[in-house]
């Protein structure tokens, strides 16, 4: 099944990129582009044209659509400021959805991230249909190390050397990998993520 387009949390709005909003992630990454080089080897090509971003983002949707990879903008409530990106990425193989995130240095601290995941887990398990989830982090990203420590996920081990880059193919770097079973989800607290989803009609689907 194709994950939802759109999904609603308490704080949030967590939807498909469009190439109009390409404005508000343009916004995000230039005043952050510090705190998203330590650890996103992508802002290191930032800042970039508005022009770059629409392209990158027909890219993200057309992906979607096609049911090949499905990247994340994390928005306001009203949409108003894209707050940071996260998605479901197919690269582990059939059955499998990676998670990744991504915070605007302003809104660092808040728990967003940690809600986003929440409810990314639940509807990849629930709407998605996936078997397992997983969450690949730097081993010395310690803000991300929480994300799925908090959520329920089993440390699973560091990989060496196959962090992967914005290419998708792996840079000379660690992951400590996080998964999370289609059977373990009952009883952690991404069983407990309040979320609404919508189809790609607008319809609800949870």
Known sequence: MPPPYRIETERLVVR???PRDAPLLKD?????????RAWMPWAYEDPQPLESKVELLRGFRGRFDLGQDF?????????SEAIGGSGFHTRQGEGIFEIGY?????RVGQGLCTEATAALTRAGFELGGVERIEIRVDPAN????AIPRKLGFVEEGTLRGVFHGPDGKPKRND??????LRDELAGTPSAD????AFDAAGQEVH
């Not at 990247?71 to 949409?79: M, W």
């Not at 310690?142 to 190390?145: G, K, Q, V, W």
């Open 16 to 18: 498909c990129w469009e």
């Open 28 to 36: 995000a990454v230039d005043s952050s582009l510090e705190h998203l």
């Open 71 to 79: 990247v994340y903008g994390i928005f306001s409530p009203d949409e």
């Open 102 to 106: 991504w915070i605007r240095a302003s």
């Open 142 to 145: 310690e803000a991300s190390l």
């Open 175 to 180: 992951a400590v990998v996080f998964a999370l």
């Open 193 to 196: 993520a309040s979320f609404k």
